[in-house]
């Protein structure tokens, strides 16, 4: 990338070609410098990802459950399991789910959130709203918990989730995007929440 960078910055010669050029030991210094900058500034600029953040470039794909009446955009590549309505993607400590329920009424937002709530896991709920997606009404939830223990650390880091609970014709779908506390998920669960039909 530094190497682009100089051929852009100093012309079609080509850096090989303009770094041997005969000049003066200073002029040629100076210009060295200004390509190694270049180089650095190229390094530093590549997109790092902390854990728990989807990449820019990730390819989403549609999925339906036909047992689940439901469609959705996921993360390509993520492990997937299925049982039965319900389905899960896994990728590292980051997550997808959707579980489906029969309900005689549409939840309310208290009973979401006492469905959430599980003290062997921390739960701490940080807001509860009622919003409007394409598929319809829905209550989210965001809230932080703990992790399922490490099978060799046994320890467990913090998370941080949301809950779209949608409710339709004697059914709920809960739909639950998950991350390590900290990451920027936001374009990538709005873009999975907006997805999901029924």
Request: with cysteine; glycine share 6%; proline share 5%.
């Amino acid at each position: 990338m530094g190497a682009e960078l100089c051929e852009a910055e100093y012309g079609s010669k080509g850096v090989s070609d303009f770094l041997f050029m005969k000049t003066s030991s200073s002029q040629f210094l100076w210009q060295s410098l200004v390509c190694l900058v270049l180089f650095i500034t190229a390094s530093w600029a590549a997109e790092r990802n902390p854990p728990g953040d989807i990449p820019d470039d990730q390819v989403f794909v549609s999925y339906t459950s036909s047992s689940g009446g439901y469609s959705l955009k996921v993360p390509e590549g993520w492990a997937r399991s299925e049982k039965g309505a319900d389905v899960n993607f896994i990728d590292k400590f980051d997550g997808v789910a959707v579980a489906v329920e029969t309900a005689a009424a549409a939840p309310t937002a208290k009973e979401v959130t006492a469905r959430l709530e599980r003290p062997q896991k921390a739960t701490k709920v940080v807001s509860t709203k009622e919003i409007q997606l394409p598929a319809g009404q829905a209550i989210l939830v965001k809230y932080e918990s703990d992790s399922e223990a490490n099978p060799v650390t046994n320890k467990r880091i913090r998370l941080e989730s949301e809950a779209y609970v949608f409710y339709k014709n004697g059914k709920t779908a809960t739909l639950t995007l998950w991350a390590p506390k900290g990451a920027d998920n936001a374009d990538q669960w709005k873009l999975m929440s907006e997805s999901f039909r029924w």
